[in-house]
């Protein structure tokens, strides 16, 4: 068994962190929080006290919010001493973030992989994510142990780790649309007096089988939004991802505008603003 490293102890990152330990890995753990480290610390985790010292094992990963977060951590200062050893990034970020983070990466001298993932922290725990993964074909190689005990597959989308990312941002600007759909699809059966329950059933075992309309749809229907899973201010940044990709591609999003105007609205709303992504769900349902 290998000692890792793991920076990021969010929902996601945490899940997965776990799952690495109960495999009979060795974990040095980080979290700007330090306190986010303290479940995996107790079930026998190390926590260093810089991001530097995590990134300092001869792989690393990392589970960031955003953007920003990932740039700041995975940063030419952090990865200095670092020669000879890899990283991959499972966060969902923009494509022209992990360009620069590949570049700033290959400078340190320290291989650079994207795996953005599929699944929800249960998802991660039970070791059972789809896993996106981009970057030279010699570190997938030498990733695949780990990535093995994370995920049930991983899917290859070649050599440049940007390409990892856009996938993932257009993954979830589908899940977006799905959402949107299934408010919809309540709200015309609601006005009927019919029960949500009962079309998502119909939906989920028919024609639209799979989790998310499944998982999403049951959520939906039973208005049961806590705790969440995927928070709100994530959903539209992944829109905002979404939007970013495809003016540099010169891609005309249509539907881009409403799903925008549904999640500010949950987000300007004290009642919605705090729950799972789906209770975008209410401000379609509100009007």
Same mark, same amino acid.
């Given at each position: 068994?290998?000692t @890792?490293?793991f920076?990021?102890? +969010?929902?996601?990152g945490? $899940?997965?962190a =776990?799952r #690495?330990?109960?495999?009979?890995?060795?974990?040095?753990?980080?979290?700007?929080?330090?306190?986010?480290c303290?479940?995996?610390v107790?079930?026998?985790?190390?926590?260093?006290?810089?991001?530097?010292?995590?990134?300092?094992?001869?792989v690393?990963?990392?589970?960031?919010?955003?953007?920003?977060?990932?740039?700041a951590?995975?940063s030419a200062e952090?990865?200095a001493?670092a020669?000879?050893?890899?990283?991959?990034n499972?966060?969902?970020?923009?494509?022209?973030?992990?360009?620069?983070?590949?570049?700033v990466?290959?400078s340190a001298?320290?291989?650079y @992989?994207?795996?953005?993932v599929l +699944?929800?922290?249960?998802? $991660?725990?039970a =070791?059972? #994510?789809?896993?996106?993964?981009?970057?030279?074909?010699?570190?997938?190689?030498?990733a695949?142990?780990y990535?093995?005990?994370?995920?049930?597959r991983?899917?290859?989308?070649?050599?440049?780790?940007?390409?990892?990312?856009?996938?993932?941002?257009?993954v979830?600007?589908?899940?977006?649309?799905?959402?949107?759909a299934?408010a919809?699809g309540?709200s015309?059966?609601?006005?009927?007096?019919l029960?949500?329950?009962?079309?998502?059933e119909?939906?989920?075992?028919t024609l639209?089988?799979g989790?998310?309309?499944s998982?999403?749809?049951?959520?939906m229907?039973?208005?049961?939004y806590?705790?969440?899973?995927?928070?709100?201010?994530?959903?539209?940044?992944?829109?905002?991802?979404a939007e970013?990709?495809?003016?540099?591609?010169?891609?005309?999003l249509?539907?881009?505008p409403?799903?925008r105007?549904?999640?500010?609205?949950a987000l300007?709303?004290?009642?919605?603003?705090?729950?799972d992504?789906?209770a975008?769900?209410?401000?379609?349902?509100?009007?």
């Open positions: 068994m290998a @890792l490293g920076l990021g102890m +969010g929902n996601m945490s $899940a997965m =776990g #690495l330990l109960e495999s009979g890995h060795e974990l040095r753990v980080w979290n700007r929080s330090p306190d986010a303290d479940e995996l107790a079930k026998g985790a190390v926590r260093v006290s810089s991001a530097r010292e995590a990134l300092a094992e001869s690393s990963f990392s589970m960031f919010a955003n953007d920003e977060a990932a740039e951590v995975l952090n990865l001493g020669e000879g050893r890899m990283h991959v499972m966060a969902s970020i923009s494509t022209a973030a992990a360009e620069r983070l590949t570049a990466a290959g001298g320290v291989g @992989l994207a795996s953005p +699944g929800r922290p249960a998802v $991660a725990a =070791g059972n #994510l789809n896993l996106l993964v981009a970057g030279p074909e010699a570190l997938v190689a030498a695949a142990p990535l093995d005990v994370l995920g049930v991983t899917w290859r989308f070649g050599e440049q780790p940007s390409r990892a990312n856009g996938v993932k941002i257009s979830n600007f589908t899940i977006l649309h799905a959402l949107q299934m919809e309540i015309l059966v609601e006005s009927q007096g029960e949500a329950g009962d079309f998502i119909l939906l989920s075992g639209f089988p989790v998310v309309y998982g999403y749809g049951s959520m229907a039973e208005r049961r806590t705790p969440p899973g995927f928070s709100m201010p994530l959903g539209l940044k992944d829109l905002g991802l970013d990709l495809a003016a540099e591609g010169g891609v005309t249509p539907s881009a409403v799903l105007d549904r999640f500010e609205t300007a709303d004290p009642d919605l603003a705090e729950l992504w789906s975008v769900a209410e401000v379609t349902r509100g009007r």
